[in-house]
Nanobody
């Protein structure tokens, strides 16, 4: 069972930047599309972004498009979420999730949480003055 671990969260002022990392122990992420989700207190889980196993396909929610960038470093077995121009409404617990890709679907990722089978414990991002 793939085990994911997020890191890089913290407290940042509005307009600031953070980079989150999603890594796996004991598994290579090469065959896993990865997505980022977030959840704020009292709110439902929200999709943020996803990247295909090939790294060639990325998707962003409208709320983060143009500010966030998802990428993967195969040599580091890590998926990153670069977050710029952060806003207070970006505050939340950020999770990465993965699912082993099916044959031939190396350029596919979905933003549906139900599609993913492995989740990390998350990392907290707080945007505040």
């Amino acid at each position: 069972q793939l085990q994911l671990v997020e890191s890089g969260g913290g407290l940042v002022q509005p307009g600031g930047s953070l980079t989150l990392s999603c890594t796996a122990s004991g598994f290579t992420l090469d065959d896993y599309p990865i997505a980022w989700f977030r959840q704020a207190p009292g709110k439902e889980r929200e999709e943020v972004s996803c990247i295909s196993s090939s790294g060639l396909k990325t998707t962003y929610s409208d709320s983060v498009k143009g500010r966030y960038t998802i990428s993967r470093a195969f040599d580091k077995n890590t998926v990153y979420l670069q977050m710029n121009d952060l806003k207070p409404e970006d505050t939340g617990h950020y999770f990465c999730a993965g699912r082993r890709r099916s044959y031939g679907l190396q350029n596919v990722c979905l933003m549906s949480p139900e599609w993913y089978t492995s989740w990390g414990p998350g990392t907290q991002v707080t945007v505040s003055v």
